[in-house]
T-cell receptor, first 116, second 119 residues
Framework: GAVVSQHPSRVICKSGTSVKIECRSLDFQATTMFWYRQFPKKSLMLMATSNEGSKATYEQGVEKDKFLINHASLTLSTLTVTSAHPEDSSFYIC????????????FGPGTRLTVL | AQTVTQSQPEMSVQEAETVTLSCTYDTSESDYYLFWYKQPPSRQMILVIRQEAYKQQNATENRFSVNFQKAAKSFSLKISDSQLGDAAMYFCAYRSGSAGGTSYGKLTFGQGTILTVHP
């Protein structure tokens, strides 16, 4: 089956620093990747849609200058949390979509970010 | 905009019994897809079942089946012969069937239902 990986699985950083999270589709080409944020026992909140080779589309209320998304290749998208603050601590999940696989979205295992 | 509502924050079931999780949605579209995802304690999202709106037949995957009522905009998940490994948070999700647009393919999730399975 289609596999999506995320790296790192967990990261702890100091307030004011930037953190990059990678999302990779391992065995398929993902024309579109999605980034979600999830708080404990809550639903997934879509942050942005990342299309290969073009600018990401951010959902309302998501700061594009704070959450930088790059989708430079068909297998890799990155989310950079800039000038992180404790309120950015959360679980970040990516998913990837491949039309050749019936348009199903496949999810990465998530990244737990803790900002001290 | 589409909305998805799961009105049961928590549900519990005895092992080997059957449980039904509820989901309703609101949309003005005629072409769309509905999904149930499972998120176990590992937090890896796992696709349980998928339903195309244009199909009248309810989707089934082994012990998992749905009751898709298009007119009522209802999409419930039935888990038969519940197992301890079914314990997880379950999310109902909607996806538009319309092609095109920069957010094509994005999922709208419900609030989730935490399922506990008692031995």
């Amino acid at each position: 089956g289609a596999v999506v990986s995320q790296h790192p699985s967990r990261v702890i950083c100091k307030s004011g620093t930037s953190v990059k999270i990678e999302c990779r589709s391992l065995d398929f080409q993902a024309t579109t990747m999605f980034w979600y944020r999830q708080f404990p026992k809550k639903s997934l909140m879509l942050m942005a849609t990342s299309n290969e080779g073009s600018k990401a589309t951010y959902e309302q209320g998501v700061e594009k200058d704070k959450f930088l998304i790059n989708h430079a290749s068909l297998t890799l998208s990155t989310l950079t949390v800039t000038s992180a603050h404790p309120e950015d601590s959360s679980f970040y999940i990516c998913s990837a979509r491949d039309r050749a696989l019936g348009d199903t979205q496949y999810f990465g295992p998530g990244t737990r970010l803790t900002v001290l | 905009a589409q909305t998805v509502t799961q009105s049961q924050p928590e549900m519990s079931v005895q092992e080997a019994e059957t449980v039904t999780l509820s989901c309703t949605y609101d949309t003005s579209e005629s072409d769309y897809y509905l999904f149930w995802y499972k998120q176990p304690p590992s937090r890896q999202m796992i696709l349980v079942i998928r339903q195309e709106a244009y199909k009248q037949q309810n989707a089934t995957e082994n012990r998992f089946s749905v009751n898709f009522q298009k007119a009522a905009k209802s999409f419930s998940l039935k888990i038969s012969d519940s197992q301890l490994g079914d314990a997880a948070m379950y999310f109902c999700a909607y996806r538009s069937g319309s092609a095109g647009g920069t957010s094509y393919g994005k999922l709208t999730f419900g609030q989730g239902t935490i399922l506990t399975v008692h031995p």
